[in-house]
């Protein structure tokens, strides 16, 4: 299996800030990386997919980068809503995994 | 849009199976594979496995490959999934998504929550 690592954890942040989260896989996935925000008691929401193609809707202080092992979840400046939890998932080969994690919270 | 409605929270004993359904609607059923990701109280993301668009191919992860059973009935535009042998440990809200060919998971249904208690 794909080994997916997230860092940091947790991440304390202000309103404002430019913000970024780490994903590293295993082994390579190319480019097949997906980002997902997901509130308390609700669904993941996917944000960005093929490492940095904007999903339809999702606001543009949202980025993503990175190909191979090493990519990067990018919030231009953080807004009130953008307090949620960050998840990525490499879609690159059977079995499909998450890393583990990001808690964007309020400094 | 496309939505998937799940089916409701269950409460399990030890030993017992659980069976949950997921509902689509405002796209085309036939052509999409749905996949299943749960979550346990407080922690991350966990793939299950996915059933294709024909119904006719699983994939399960290696974990799960023993415990669980996948179906889908396309007249009735809904999946299903199937976990036998429940320990405390499946606690947890299980989720379905839609999914395609090199394209992740959306939209995802509101989920379901099973407990399993003694």
């Known amino acids: 299996d794909i080994q997916m690592t997230q860092s940091p954890s947790t991440l304390p942040a202000s309103v404002g800030d430019r913000v970024t989260i780490t994903c590293r896989a295993s082994?390579?996935?190319?480019?097949?990386l997906a980002w997902y925000q997901q509130k308390p008691g609700k669904a993941p929401n996917l944000l960005i997919y093929k490492a940095s193609n904007l999903q339809s809707g999702v606001p543009s202080r949202f980025s993503g980068s990175g190909s191979g092992t090493e990519f990067t979840l990018t919030i231009s400046s953080l807004q009130p809503d953008d307090f949620a939890s960050y998840y990525c998932?490499?879609?690159?080969?059977?079995?499909?995994?998450f890393g583990q994690g990001t808690k964007v919270e309020i400094k | 849009q496309a939505q998937l409605e799940q089916s409701g929270a269950e409460v399990k004993k030890p030993g017992a199976s659980v069976k949950i359904s997921c509902k689509a609607s405002g796209y085309t059923f036939s052509i999409y594979y749905i996949h299943w990701v749960r979550q346990a109280p407080g922690q991350g993301l966990e793939w299950l496995g996915m059933v294709d668009p024909g119904g006719v191919s699983t994939t399960y992860a290696p974990n799960f490959q023993v415990r669980l059973n996948m179906t889908r009935d396309t007249s009735l535009s809904t999946v299903s999934l199937e976990m036998n042998s429940l320990t405390f440990e499946d606690t947890a809200v299980y989720y379905c998504?839609?999914?395609?060919?090199?394209?992740?998971?959306?939209?995802w249904g509101q989920g379901t929550l099973v407990t399993v208690s003694s």
């Open positions: 998504a839609r999914g395609r060919t090199y394209f992740p998971l959306d939209p």
């Open positions: 998932q490499q879609y690159n080969s059977y079995p499909w995994t």
């Open positions: 082994q390579s996935i190319s480019n097949w």
